[in-house]
């Protein structure tokens, strides 16, 4: 192999590597939301819609910031918020999204110390509703699709 051919052959090859190397990084790369936290987003097709509840309509987006979705358990749980200063008495530890439009909800009473409290959190097309919670072993509220109650067991 002449000299020219071989410095070719080694240049495809740290060509590859490097690109390989930014597509390795840039895809295990998470992004911290505002206030923080990880999102663990994973989005799945979402199959069922049809469940009646109280809601609560908030501006529409693709992701929920942890924001939103404390505002809406705050107005429909007067009990998680502070009488003295008006601030919630709670904090968001995790939220997922195991189809779109679904969130679990993690949050942690910060005045008391008990186990974390899940809040399952719909949002149809721009209304955001609470199906289930706050509590534990909510995987059991019927009409929750099979998705947001198979991430609720594995969790």
């Keep these: 192999m002449s000299k020219k ?16 190397a930014i597509i390795i990084f840039t895809s295990n790369k998470q992004q911290p939301s505002q206030d923080g936290i990880i999102d663990k987003v994973e989005v799945i097709p979402n199959k069922s819609n049809d469940m009646p509840s ?42 997922s999204s195991p189809l779109v439009g679904w969130y679990i909800v993690k949050i942690r009473n910060n005045k008391v110390t008990t186990s974390d409290a899940t809040v399952i959190v719909q949002d149809n097309n721009g209304t955001m509703t609470i199906k289930a919670g706050p509590g534990t072993g909510l995987f059991n509220t019927p009409g929750l699709p099979g998705e947001v109650k198979d991430q609720l067991l594995a969790e």
Excluded at 5 to 20: P, S
Excluded at 55 to 72: A, G, H, K, M, Y
């Design 5 to 20: 051919v071989k410095i070719i052959i080694i240049a495809v090859i740290i060509i590859c590597i490097t690109v390989a």
């Design 54 to 95: 109280e809601t609560e309509p908030i501006q529409t987006t693709n992701q929920r910031s942890n924001d939103e979705i404390s505002n809406l358990i705050s107005q429909k749980n007067k009990n998680l918020i502070d009488s003295s200063t008006g601030l919630p008495i709670y904090s968001i530890v995790s939220k």
